[in-house]
Nanobody, 126 residues
Framework: QVQLVESGGGLVQAGGSLRLSCAAS????????MGWFRQAPGKEREFAAA????????YYADSVKGRLTISRDNAKNTVYLQMNSLKPEDTAVYYC???????????????????WGQGTQVTVSS
């Protein structure tokens, strides 16, 4: 098993930046594909970004492409989400997730991930 703890959320003005971190502990971090999802009040959890276990490939939702960047440091057991040019519609709880292999589900679906952090709140004011 792996345990995930997010940090770095907060309140920022539109156009600003935040960097989220997700620290992993437990099993070897490098065996997991990692993802970031977000959930706004009254909405379903939605995919934001994903990165393969080696870091060789990254994927983004169309709504965040060009503004959010996912990266990982396997030596530090940490995955990051750099968020630039933030918009009020980016306001949500952001969750880090880990997957041992997607299990036939698409990388952009929550069911592909077996481990989740507790989430960190991001609020973007207009």
């Amino acid at each position: 098993q792996v345990q995930l703890v997010e940090s770095g959320g907060g309140l920022v003005q539109a156009g600003g930046s935040l960097r989220l971190s997700c620290a992993a502990s437990g099993r070897t971090f490098s065996i997991y594909h990692m993802g970031w999802f977000r959930q706004a009040p009254g909405k379903e959890r939605e995919f934001a970004a994903a990165i393969r276990r080696s870091g060789s490939s990254t994927y983004y939702a169309d709504s965040v492409k060009g503004r959010l960047t996912i990266s990982r440091d396997n030596a530090k057991n940490t995955v990051y989400l750099q968020m630039n040019s933030l918009k009020p519609e980016d306001t949500a709880v952001y969750y880090c997730a880990a997957s041992e292999g997607y299990g036939g589900s698409a990388y952009y679906t929550p069911r592909a991930y077996g481990y989740w952090g507790q989430g960190t709140q991001v609020t973007v004011s207009s």
